[in-house]
């Protein structure tokens, strides 16, 4: 049963009252402060101009030591991203009526934290869940609902990057027993050629300052560009080669890639013979890999696969940049594998200029132990960037509509927007039917915030203090202050997870000593008694991995609760643990980049020399290199170094795909269900009035042979139809596109108020109603959103006056 609500401490109320404190002490009026994009994970240095409490310019940051200048049209939607009609200012609880109530935060507190408790101690900690945490630039959340699920032992943790990205570490993990602090990543600013595979830098703005790094590889004769897509995208119009692959195909090409350059001999026996292991028994499989066969499945010319193979393999450095029209296709996971596989073979891993491991600040911190199996799949999860292994979202629905008695009861979404970006929002909507109790941490009214039991206001990203710790090239920290103040009843997520650990009773009351070693611990002398000193307290004398896991939990609070008032905001206590811990594990790394301090022995100082730094540099600050010459070791954690290539149930898997042909569908089309365009920004951007221009944003492009036997033409309606739902949509019809493929933009409908009539009015199309759960990798289960089989049909045309308004100008 409900455990008793401890009452909350005096300690706990410092806390608060300085982060409420810390929001309204933000000037009205101010120029050039710096912060960061928050609309893509690139998250480029900007300065602000700020008037009346309102963001009214937003400029490039030239002194942002690694974006340096660098923004896209996008950054101009920031203030629309803060500044908009459905924030939440309140705490809010769900009344049996189906309305809102504003409620104060002690009951928001009280009650969910009497009922997690309820549902952990009666059921399992597992029951208690959480997804989302993150985003593209508020990273802070990490710290608080990490810590709540490792000290009640749960390890139902579920993140975006668990459905897109989990199968690189998983890959790695097996190739390399790489940790979850490293990232590999294609080094295209240093690369002589580019394999682009299902990305679109030049709109998504991947990899490093991409318009610029493309503009200066097409200048320079010797460097070359290819580019895999069905799509004639703006990146492929710059590039040497464009392979016009059919959709979901590139196990087939990546396949015959393989296979050319080991026929062909023109693999690289040194880097092979020193840091790869098992690539005899990949050569035999690929050796037998029959190369036309392969390209009549990618309906690509086998010359031209082989002018690419040949290429890559000949250039001095050659990287391999690949993102979701990859990473959302079929065989994500094997195409990560063979994507390695490449790398590997042509001595282009760990080497500038190739692909390399590319980490984010922070200590190199062991993954922590496996806590559980989901009940209900074989899918394991894999830690990146946290050290917590996470899931992909994918299999929520499944986990709450187990039968079994711990399936997920209780689930806290923050960061995220399920009933809308999630895959299949029909399945999701069910699965949250059957919750006891769904928590939003939001600063906006979302559609999941609307079927949510408690929806807790927190500030945005530019009314707090943030982080964004994406992984760089060089290892980099930005922590900024918040430019305007929200309301001054919303609380920062850290804040909200603190008080929920304390009303839940999961941290202990810390003594007198602590606070006053706590009092001392920027000194360096003190830091070792203070850290060990919560060390103490957190530990209860469990080596069980739930041990293990719950300490590391109950010391962030305690460290939160004890430090985080003697700093300038309480995030960063979180920042002075990570620069001890970076300061204690990566001292190399730091060296490399300020070779001055090597003289100082104690880490203690260089954490916090590394603490201080940061607290100078709101602009962000390069605090360590990496070793290019060891960048393969530094990351390669098998014992003799090298990479264990050979995996044989990929091999067999790959083999059985060889042997298949394409199955027969209902559904002759492909729909790319998430395009990125220009005007695109995940759900972040509630408000569409930043969207400039007389076009539909949403329309979906359409080859004009298709369109022709579809009977349409540009902004025309059509029904699309996939096995889960359909939607009605423009067309725009593109010369670019493949036949047989459409791509619908990911511009979701998030209903928002037409700025004359005020009635919600749609802004996109609700694309994951078109989705299924169940169409997904089957090591990771990472969705197949480039590939959702579909059918069109002609809408007949409407009548103008019955079109909703943003359809009307196009009819
Ligand atoms: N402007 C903008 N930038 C963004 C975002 C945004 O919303 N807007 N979102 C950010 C996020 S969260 C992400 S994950 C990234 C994604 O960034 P990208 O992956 O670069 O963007 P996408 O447009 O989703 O997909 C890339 C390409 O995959 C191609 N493709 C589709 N099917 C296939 C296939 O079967 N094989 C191959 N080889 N290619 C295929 C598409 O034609 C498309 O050109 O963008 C980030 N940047
Ligand atoms: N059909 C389809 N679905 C897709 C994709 C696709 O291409 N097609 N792309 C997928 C990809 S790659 C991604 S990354 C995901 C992204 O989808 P999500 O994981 O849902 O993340 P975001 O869209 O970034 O927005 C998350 C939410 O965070 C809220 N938010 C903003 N700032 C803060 C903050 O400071 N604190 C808190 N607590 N919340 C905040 C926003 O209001 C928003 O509701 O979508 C995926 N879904
Ligand atoms: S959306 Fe544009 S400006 Fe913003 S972080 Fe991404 S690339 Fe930079
Ligand atoms: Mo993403």
């Known amino acids: 049963m409900g455990q008793l609500t401890p009452k909350p401490r005096k300690s706990a109320m410092t806390t608060s009252a300085k982060v409420q404190q810390g929001a309204a002490h933000v000037p009205p009026n101010a120029t050039d402060l710096s912060s960061v994009c928050i609309l893509c994970s690139h998250n480029c240095g900007v300065k602000l101009d700020i008037e009346d409490n309102i963001i009214v310019k937003v400029k490039a940051d030239k002194t942002n030591p690694t974006t340096k200048g660098y923004i896209c049209n996008k950054a101009f939607a920031i203030p629309n991203s803060v500044h908009h009609k459905q924030r939440v200012e309140h705490p809010l609880k769900k009344m049996p009526d189906g309305t809102f109530a504003q409620i104060s935060w002690d009951q928001a507190i009280s009650e969910i934290a009497a009922k997690l408790n309820h549902i952990r101690h009666t059921y399992a900690p597992r029951a208690v869940a959480v997804a989302g945490i993150g985003g593209q630039g508020n990273h802070s959340n990490v710290f608080g609902a990490l810590p709540l699920l490792y000290a009640i032992g749960s390890g139902s943790f579920f993140n975006a990057l668990g459905q897109e990205k989990i199968q690189h570490p998983l890959v790695d993990g097996r190739l390399f027993k790489a940790g979850h602090d ?25 990899g490093v300052n991409a318009t610029d790094t493309i503009k200066e590889i097409v200048k320079d004769p010797n460097r070359q560009i290819a580019v895999v897509d069905p799509r004639l995208t703006e990146t492929a119009r710059r590039s040497d080669f464009h392979l016009c692959i059919k959709p979901a195909q590139d196990v087939y090409l990546m396949l015959a890639i393989n296979a050319i350059i080991v026929q062909e001999e023109l693999y690289d026996r040194d880097f092979i013979a020193k840091k790869v292991k098992g690539f005899e028994q990949v050569a035999a499989m690929l050796k037998k890999v029959d190369r036309e066969d392969m390209a009549r499945r990618t309906e690509l010319a086998i010359e031209d696969i082989e002018a690419v193979a040949r290429a890559f393999a000949a250039a001095p450095t050659a990287a391999i940049c690949y993102d979701l029209g990859v990473d959302h296709g079929i065989n994500t996971t094997l195409n990560s594998y063979l994507i390695r596989m490449l790398s590997l073979i042509t001595g282009n891993t760990g080497v500038r200029g190739g692909n390399v491991f590319v ?5 190199k911190f062991p993954i922590l132990p496996r806590l559980q199996k989901p009940l209900e799949s074989d899918i394991i999860a894999s830690a990146l960037i946290a050290p917590m292994m996470q899931f992909s979202p994918n299999l929520i629905p499944e986990e709450i509509l187990s039968s079994h008695p711990h399936r997920i009861r209780a689930l806290i979404v923050d960061g995220a927007n399920p009933l809308v970006s999630y895959v299949d929002t029909k399945r999701f909507r069910e699965a949250f ?19 949510a039991d408690y929806v807790l206001p927190t500030p945005a990203g530019y009314e707090k203090w943030e982080m964004a710790v994406f992984p760089k090239d060089v290892i980099y920290a930005q922590v900024r202050p918040p430019v305007v103040s929200g309301s001054p009843d919303a609380l920062p997520e850290i804040e909200i997870y603190h008080r929920l650990a304390l009303a839940m009773g999961i941290v202990k009351p810390a003594s007198k000593l602590i606070y006053r070693l706590a009092a001392k611990a920027t000194n360096p002398l003190y830091a070792p008694a203070y850290l060990a000193a919560i060390g103490a307290l957190s530990f209860k004398g469990k080596l069980s991995k739930e041990g293990v896991l719950a300490t590391v939990g109950r010391l962030f609070f305690t460290l939160y609760e004890t430090l985080g008032p003697q700093l300038k905001n309480p995030l960063m206590a979180y920042v002075w643990l990570l620069s001890m811990g970076y300061a204690l594990t990566r001292r190399k790394q730091f060296d490399l980049q300020f070779p001055e301090f090597k003289s100082i022995k104690n880490p203690f100082a260089i954490g916090q020399k590394v603490f201080d730094l940061i607290n100078e540099h709101p602009e962000g600050v390069v605090l360590g290199l990496m070793d290019e010459a060891r960048n393969f070791e530094d990351f390669c954690h098998y014992f003799d170094k090298k990479a264990r290539l050979y995996q044989a149930d990929f091999i067999a898997d790959l083999e059985v795909l060889m042997g298949q042909e394409d199955a027969v569908t209902d559904y002759p ?35 004009p042979e298709d369109a022709e036997l579809v009977g349409v033409a540009s902004g025309d309606m059509v029904k699309l139809t996939t096995k889960r739902g359909e939607v009605t949509v423009p067309v725009k019809v593109d010369t670019s596109t493949r036949k047989g493929h459409l791509h619908l933009p990911n511009i979701f409908d998030m209903q928002y108020p037409d700025p004359v009539t005020g009635k919600p009015t749609r802004t996109g199309v609700t694309l994951n109603e078109l989705s299924d759960v169940n169409d997904r990798d089957k090591y990771t289960a990472i969705p197949a959103l480039k590939y959702v089989r579909c059918q069109l049909t002609a809408v ?4 103008v006056d019955a079109m909703p308004a943003e359809e009307e100008a196009v009819v």
């Open 182 to 206: 490293h990232y590999l990543a294609g080094d295209e600013h240093k690369a002589d050629f580019v394999l682009y595979l299902g990305t679109n830098p030049l709109i998504s703005n991947r």
């Open 796 to 799: 007949a045309k409407v009548a």
């Open 359 to 363: 980490q984010q600040f922070g200590p």
């Open 669 to 703: 089309f492909v729909l790319d269900a998430g395009m990125r365009t220009g005007w695109t920004a995940n759900t972040i951007v509630r408000d569409p009035s930043w969207r400039k221009g007389r076009d539909i944003h949403y329309a979906m492009l359409i080859h």
């Open 433 to 451: 039917a059957q919750l006891d109790l769904l928590v939003v941490i939001e600063p906006n009214m979302t559609e999941t915030a609307q079927a």
